[in-house]
């Protein structure tokens, strides 16, 4: 059937409004591999322009690290460049195992699943491992994939007020009747870098009789002593019952996902979980390159540390420059601006001084908390942070924000 002119105007409309609300995203074209230095062209067809990039999820700089570029090569000699297969028909190789078994060490768990993203990974768990019987209990601020994962999954639904545990503990008591019950969170959630309390929520989660599952995408390789992640940063190693993590974030930043945890939950996704059934292997390339990761940060911490110096640095030169920074440990740093266009404008101004940061407001994050998220990676050096303070303190200047605070930017601004 033609492509009816009905349906060309229905969707032409929706555009069309999607542009005159300011919401549409433009995609800026980046011509070198993913590091803190990258070449961009924008707009489109404009001559590209050298910039620090401080909005990737590269937190230990390993995606294009030298090392995990030789892994992937040789990978891709000695295992192929596809598979053309999911895992349980012939889509698993000895490499695949082999990152499995890693990722269960390095993360001290019972055993892992890879799926080909961990939007997938999240779309798969809780269909598979609850049922109507069964409750779900969610912070209501977790990630996109979980609320998707979770409206696959026959279960009760609940949801608890972000990060509040006098909420938590209600809707436990709430569903005390329930089969199985299983506590959902982030462990660091990725528009304003908060850290889960999840030695509570295991408190909790035992005191109840509850399992704890935490997406630890943005955790994954640094956060905690030894990088493993917020778990191991809260002191609840082992505790938690299943982790849904990404390799498309810290690790290397390719693509795949894994949910690692308890045997019997893992095993359970192997035989049942949709999109590991249905949807491809992830490709040896990028298994052998993950092994490689996973090696490297077994071996040293190096990079976490110098995440951590890094950050604790920028954030220290931010405040003094008086940007208003939300407090905290992660080196993902929202630069609070509230008002929708000033954020835009500022992002503007910062990338005229080869500063590359975007700004986020409604509906990514609440209305009146535009911001700019800032991400420090272990690639980024003291030139580099200094550079970055120096274009906030110049484009905030110019704005007349430095040392006001929200209700004076309010102000200024609206909301
Ligand atoms: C990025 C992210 C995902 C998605 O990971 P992919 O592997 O890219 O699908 C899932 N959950 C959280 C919390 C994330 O931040």
């Keep these: ?21 300011g919401l549409f995203k433009e995609e800026r074209y980046i011509k070198s591999p993913q590091m803190a230095k990258i070449k961009v062209e924008f707009p489109a067809g404009a001559p590209s322009k050298e910039v620090l990039n401080f909005c990737a999820n590269n937190y230990l700089g390993l995606s294009s690290h030298p090392e995990v570029v030789e892994a992937a090569h040789k990978g891709l000699d000695s295992h192929g ?7 349980f028909i012939c889509g698993t190789q000895d490499i695949h195992r082999e990152l499995e078994a890693k990722l269960s060490e390095f993360l001290e768990t019972e055993d892992t699943v890879l799926f080909p993203s961990c939007m997938e990974a999240n779309a798969g768990l809780f269909e598979v491992s609850l049922d109507k019987d069964d409750a779900m209990i969610s912070d209501r601020l977790v990630h996109a994939s979980i609320v998707d994962g979770m409206r696959l999954s026959k279960a009760q639904l609940y949801n608890y007020k972000h990060l509040n545990m006098d909420h938590l503990e209600e809707k436990l008591q709430e569903t005390q009747s329930c089969r199985l019950r299983m506590i959902i969170t982030d462990g660091v959630f990725s528009m304003d870098g908060d ?20 997406d630890d995408s943005h955790s994954t390789g640094f956060l905690g002593k030894h ?6 940063h809260c002191g609840v190693l082992g505790r938690i019952d299943a982790i849904t993590t990404t390799l498309g974030k810290a690790l290397g930043g390719a693509a795949g996902g894994c949910i690692s945890g308890r045997k019997e939950i893992v095993e359970l996704c192997r035989q049942r979980a949709r ?15 993950s092994i490689k990761v996973i090696e490297l940060i077994s071996k040293s911490t190096d990079r976490r540390n110098k995440l951590e110096e890094n950050t604790k640095y920028f954030r220290e030169k931010m405040t003094q420059a008086g940007l208003d920074i939300r407090p905290g440990v992660h080196p993902i740093v929202p630069v609070m601006l509230y008002n929708a266009k000033l954020a835009q404008n500022v992002a503007r101004d910062l990338y005229e001084e080869g500063i590359y940061a975007v700004g986020f407001f409604f509906p990514v994050v609440p209305q009146g908390q535009a911001r700019i998220r800032i991400q420090i990676s272990a690639d980024h050096e003291r030139e580099h942070l200094d550079k970055a303070v120096a274009a906030f303190t110049k484009v905030g200047g110019k704005y007349n924000i430095l040392g006001k605070k929200k209700d004076e930017v309010i102000a ?4």
């Design 1 to 21: 059937m033609a492509y009816a002119e009905k349906a060309r105007s229905h969707y032409s409309n929706e555009l069309t409004l999607i542009k005159e609300a």
């Design 81 to 87: 460049y596809g598979m053309s297969s999911v895992r």
């Design 195 to 214: 850290i889960a309390p999840l030695e509570k929520i295991c408190d909790l989660a035992d005191k109840y009789d509850a399992m704890v599952t935490v």
């Design 227 to 232: 990088g493993k992640g917020t778990h191991e």
């Design 275 to 289: 999109p590991y059934l249905f949807s491809n292997t992830v490709p040896p390339v990028v298994i052998a390159a």
């Design 412 to 415: 200024l601004y609206g909301m």
